[in-house]
């Protein structure tokens, strides 16, 4: 029998909110995100909100965005605003990227530096957090990356091979960021990472993405990849795909995400598949 594809139509989605106040306290390090007096969460208010339909549903984070500026603007000008940006704390001029990309109805995640397994041969950048150091030492590098810029739904990783695999260590990190109002997506560059296990433990928005669509920057590749996520969609209901801003990547994006509300598969932000994969993991965990 032939698959019946109904095609998905929802209103456009709103663009996630200007920086609040209330989200926000003083710290040497810049503002740092709070959970509002009335509950509020920087990962709802400045989510690009959407009509969460039942249908398969993708979400595209672009990462390594705010130190090329070209890429950088490019991405932001040229993707859909349902694509999710991660830009590195680091970057110069952040709050003004950031700035830019809410002005386009995208939603912005910080890309948090962690240890890699080779460190420091393969250097994350500044203020990484580190297996070997203090809770209060990582607490202090996630104050210095978390205070560069405002008004971003959540964070990822930045390599972090080895962080993510130390349950120890990523316990009182996870706390921190959950404590703070913030969601937190795991670009799976850890094969080993407890980072679902911890979230769920804290009842924390969370998602893990489940490809890189060019880890291998070819037209051929990232097509494969692309396919792969649709599969992956409508077999359990969502999928997160990371991406680089290479040119190729952008040239199969422009030519893939046009055709998928005709194969009935909704483009998201990543704050809308978030907590579902969070409630995916939790049934997995108790094994119901």
Same mark, same amino acid.
């Not at 603007?73 to 859909?80: D, F, G, S, T």
């Not at 994350?124 to 809770?135: K, Q, R, S």
């Not at 005709?262 to 119901?288: E, F, H, M, N």
């Given at each position: 029998?032939?698959?019946?594809?109904?095609?998905?139509?929802?209103?456009?989605?709103?663009?996630?909110?200007?920086?609040?106040?209330?989200?926000?306290?003083?710290?040497?390090?810049?503002?740092?995100?709070?959970?509002?007096?009335?509950?509020?969460?920087?990962?709802?208010?400045?989510?690009?909100?959407?009509?969460?339909?039942?249908?398969?549903?993708?979400?595209?984070?672009?990462?390594?965005?705010?130190?090329?500026?070209?890429?950088?603007?490019?991405?932001?000008?040229?993707?859909?605003?349902?694509?999710?940006?991660?830009?590195?704390?680091?970057?110069?001029?952040?709050?003004?990227?950031?700035?830019?990309?809410?002005?386009?109805?995208?939603?912005?995640?910080?890309?948090?530096?962690?240890?890699?397994?080779?460190?420091?041969?393969?250097?994350?950048?500044?203020?990484?957090?580190?297996?070997?150091?203090?809770?209060?030492?990582?607490?202090?590098?996630?104050?210095?990356?978390?205070?560069?810029?405002?008004?971003?739904?959540?964070?990822?990783?930045?390599?972090?091979?080895?962080?993510?695999?130390?349950?120890?260590?990523?316990?009182?990190?996870?706390?921190?960021?959950?404590?703070?109002?913030?969601?937190?997506?795991?670009?799976?560059?850890?094969?080993?990472?407890?980072?679902?296990?911890?979230?769920?433990?804290?009842?924390?928005?969370?998602?893990?993405?489940? *490809?890189? @669509? &060019?880890?291998? /920057?070819?037209? !051929?590749?990232?097509?494969? +990849? %692309? =396919?792969?996520?649709?599969?992956? $969609?409508?077999?359990?209901?969502?999928?997160?795909?990371?991406?680089?801003?290479?040119?190729?990547?952008?040239?199969?994006?422009?030519?893939?995400?046009?055709?998928?509300?005709? *194969?009935? @598969? &909704?483009?998201? /932000?990543?704050? !809308?598949?978030?907590?579902? +994969? %969070? =409630?995916?993991?939790?049934?997995? $965990?108790?094994?119901?």
């Amino acid at each position: 029998v032939e698959e019946v594809i109904t095609p998905v139509d929802r209103p456009e989605g709103t663009p996630p909110d200007e920086p609040r106040i209330a989200l926000q306290e003083r710290s040497e390090f810049g503002p740092l995100p709070i959970v509002a007096a009335d509950g509020q969460r920087s990962a709802t208010v400045y989510a690009r909100r959407v009509l969460q339909l039942d249908v398969p549903r993708i979400a595209i984070v672009m990462t390594d965005l705010g130190l090329d500026e070209t890429r950088t603007a490019v991405a932001i000008e040229r993707l859909p605003a349902d694509v999710s940006l991660a830009f590195h704390p680091y970057a110069p001029n952040l709050n003004d990227k950031i700035a830019a990309a809410r002005l386009d109805g995208h939603e912005s995640l910080l890309a948090i530096p962690m240890e890699p397994l080779d460190y420091p041969l393969d250097d994350p950048g500044p203020n990484p957090l580190l297996t070997e150091a203090t809770p209060q030492e990582n607490r202090m590098a996630l104050y210095r990356s978390l205070g560069s810029a405002e008004g971003y739904v959540g964070l990822t990783n930045f390599m972090g091979s080895a962080l993510l695999e130390d349950r120890r260590v990523l316990t009182p990190i996870m706390s921190e960021i959950e404590d703070r109002g913030l969601l937190f997506i795991d670009n799976n560059t850890a094969i080993n990472s407890v980072s679902d296990r911890v979230a769920i433990g804290f009842n924390m928005p969370y998602g893990r993405s489940n *490809r890189l @669509i &060019d880890a291998l /920057p070819t037209a !051929a590749d990232i097509d494969e +990849q %692309l =396919q792969g996520l649709e599969a992956l $969609a409508k077999l359990n209901g969502s999928a997160i795909g990371f991406a680089q801003p290479f040119p190729v990547t952008l040239q199969r994006l422009d030519e893939w995400i046009p055709l998928l509300r005709s *194969r009935g @598969i &909704d483009l998201v /932000p990543v704050s !809308a598949v978030a907590k579902r +994969q %969070l =409630q995916q993991g939790a049934q997995t $965990a108790d094994g119901s």
